[in-house]
């Protein structure tokens, strides 16, 4: 039996891209399984990170070169295990989480996921904002209100299919790659010093307070979520053998994209030490501020040009990966599933509401300020993604001769409190600096309960699956199956069937007459959606008015000659309305609806019918595609 719908991460796209099929070569099957690390790499190259490299250029030149590399290496071994969990578990982060965790944790973890990718969406949409006003001159405020457009080609791409949505992230990853290429190349770094930056050393503690921005910045949590939800969009084999093969080239991918993204960075590290740090201009660590000099030491606009559209393209990418994060740790955790687009506008309106207030209130000068805090607000949430992956991995129980080694598990321990421990003293330090000024004892007294509560989590989330014995409970929307009750076979005595007056409606009544008896009554239907008839409920005698009447007639008059009993109604105005009304006061106990396959933007432009239809009846609705047979 298949899984249902809820119990699997991304249901619309799972296993969609098949990588067994007999017909494909063996280097088109292999590729098939190269993608998901190109959504969750740029997470790695978000305008969240750019600040912290851009100091790193400019104050130090090449000299932290070396940690971009030690955390690209954190990320790679964090995301394979990620890659693990959702290949051999079928499973995602979010999921196993609410197979272990008790309630009450799983809302709390559920709570700060949500935050991150909130967090996330923020900078990215900054990010945006700022590309957008340096590239054409407009407002902040307007570039952050557009950003919630995106919305809408997100939707459209995710009904193209998985492997179109990776092709347009991959070409933003290109855009992005190809724009700071042509800047380096103009700024014409020294290759010796370059090399020198991957020796690791440290000069003083302001370097140091870089070098841990740049490492607590670099695994994002939501890419935990997502990594583990993406590998299983790839259809294969459930053998050992296949799993294996699986596990080895999802690590080849996840190598790839992740060295792309460090190429990204370091080309950003590369730049801001070519440009700023050699011409003095150590105090270069803001977005707006890079671009305005840019020209200045380039001696040409153009390449500043790229940077604002580097930083969009950068912007764009990750916006979408982070909805899809957002739809994997809805339903994971909360096995709850709610419209693409109702998802989409919630994300985005949590993020661009603060991103506005700010700007409306304090003016553009606090943006930078903003894209700090969802930094902050991000290495918070680490711990909690990191750690029960690390645990999950690890079980012998669940992952079986799949289980990472005991090297893996102790290099992925040592990471994790790296990571913890600078992230943890980052907040400290940003939160000292708060406690030192006069005042705000309400929101003092709040972050020291809220870091309580923190600590009190982050050590249950470690402590709890070691002392957890039981087996996993399965996830499922439901209770434990009952044995069902078999009624009768209902006889439908009115069926309703939309027609459009085209080569589907063939089909769509012949579907109808099969769940039909003898004594069954066929109401036909079909909408005229003429102005005159709308506007005039019908009275109108307007020729498509008139026309339909007469087709619609034929119709039910064939099904009469051969025995049928037929009747027709018109509809007038909007289509699903009509519809359901006709159906509600009809009592019909079936419709049977034909669907064209409209997808993607065809989809925004004539609607999506059925799906809102379906909300309206309460009619069971049986849908025949364009293509079903007879």
Do not use: C
Not at 363 to 377: A, M, Y
Request: glycine residues 6%; aromatic residues 8%.
């Amino acid at each position: 039996m298949a899984k249902h719908h809820s119990e699997i991460s991304l249901s619309e796209v799972h296993n969609s891209v098949d990588t067994t099929a007999p017909n494909k070569s063996r280097w088109r099957r292999i590729l098939a399984f190269f993608g998901p690390a190109y959504l969750v790499s740029v997470g790695y190259m978000d305008p969240g990170n750019w600040a912290t490299d851009l100091a790193g250029g400019s104050q130090f030149g090449y000299s932290l070169l070396w940690v971009l590399v030690m955390s690209n290496i954190m990320a790679l071994l964090l995301q394979s295990l990620s890659a693990r969990l959702g290949i051999v578990r079928n499973r995602d982060l979010a999921q196993a989480n609410r197979e272990t965790y008790p309630k009450k944790v799983n809302f709390a973890l559920y709570i700060l996921a949500e935050i991150a990718i909130a967090a996330t969406d923020l900078a990215e949409i900054l990010g945006m904002a700022i590309g957008l006003q340096l590239l054409t001159g407009m407002p902040l405020i307007w570039g952050v209100l557009i950003t919630a457009l995106d919305t809408f080609l997100l939707i459209a791409l995710q009904r193209l299919g998985m492997r179109k949505l990776e092709a347009f992230i991959i070409g933003l990853i290109f855009i992005i790659a190809m724009s700071f290429l042509i800047q380096i190349i103009v700024a014409k770094p020294n290759a010796s010093e370059v090399v020198s930056g991957l020796v690791p050393h440290i000069e003083n503690d302001t370097a140091l307070y870089i070098a841990i921005g740049i490492i607590g910045a670099t695994v994002m949590p939501h890419n935990l979520y997502l990594h583990s939800a993406l590998v299983q969009t790839r259809k294969f084999n459930r053998d050992d053998a296949s799993i294996k093969k699986a596990l080895k080239l999802n690590f080849i991918d996840s190598a790839v994209a992740l060295n792309m993204a460090l190429l990204v960075n370091a080309a950003i590290l590369i730049l801001a030490a070519a440009v700023f740090y050699k011409t003095g201009r150590s105090d270069v660590g803001e977005i707006k501020q890079a671009y305005e000099l840019l020209p200045q030491h380039l001696g040409s606009s153009f390449a500043a040009k790229l940077f604002a559209v580097a930083l969009i393209a950068a912007g764009q990418s990750s916006t979408i990966t982070g909805t899809l994060a957002g739809q994997i740790v809805m339903e994971g955790y909360l096995r709850l599933r709610i419209n693409p687009i109702v998802r989409r506008l919630i994300t985005r309106l949590i993020a661009i509401v603060p991103a506005a207030l700010v700007i409306l209130i304090n003016g553009e000068e606090d943006v930078d300020s903003l894209l700090i805090f969802s930094q902050v607000v991000l290495s918070m949430q680490l711990g909690f993604a990191i750690i029960p992956l690390i645990h999950f991995v690890s079980d012998k129980k669940t992952m079986g001769k799949f289980v990472i080694k005991p090297w893996v598990k102790v290099s992925a321990w040592l990471i994790t409190v790296v990571l913890v421990y600078l992230n943890a003293r980052l907040i400290v330090e940003q939160a000292m600096a708060f406690f030192n000024t006069p005042g705000n004892l309400i929101w003092k007294a709040l972050i020291i309960l809220g870091a309580i509560g923190f600590v009190i989590l982050l050590f249950y989330t470690t402590i709890y699956p070691l002392q957890k014995k039981k087996s996993a409970q399965k996830i499922t929307i439901h209770d434990t199956p009952k044995a069902l009750e078999l009624l009768p076979v209902k006889e439908y005595t009115k069926i309703a069937i939309t027609l459009d007056f085209g080569e589907l409606d063939e089909k769509v009544i012949n579907h109808a007459l099969s769940q039909g008896t003898a004594d069954s009554i066929y109401l036909l239907i079909h909408i005229t959606e003429s102005v005159a008839a709308g506007a005039n409920f019908g009275e109108s005698v307007d020729d498509e008015t008139l026309s339909d009447q007469q087709y619609l007639n034929a119709y039910v008059q064939q099904l009469k000659d051969k025995g049928y009993r037929a009747e027709g109604k018109l509809g007038f105005g909007n289509t699903v309305d009509s519809i359901a009304r006709i159906i509600n006061e009809s009592d019909a106990e079936l419709l049977v609806i034909g669907a064209h396959g409209h997808r993607g933007i065809k989809d925004l432009i004539y609607g999506e019918t059925i799906n809102q239809l379906r909300h309206l009846i309460k009619a069971p609705v049986l849908i025949v595609p364009a293509k079903s047979e007879l």
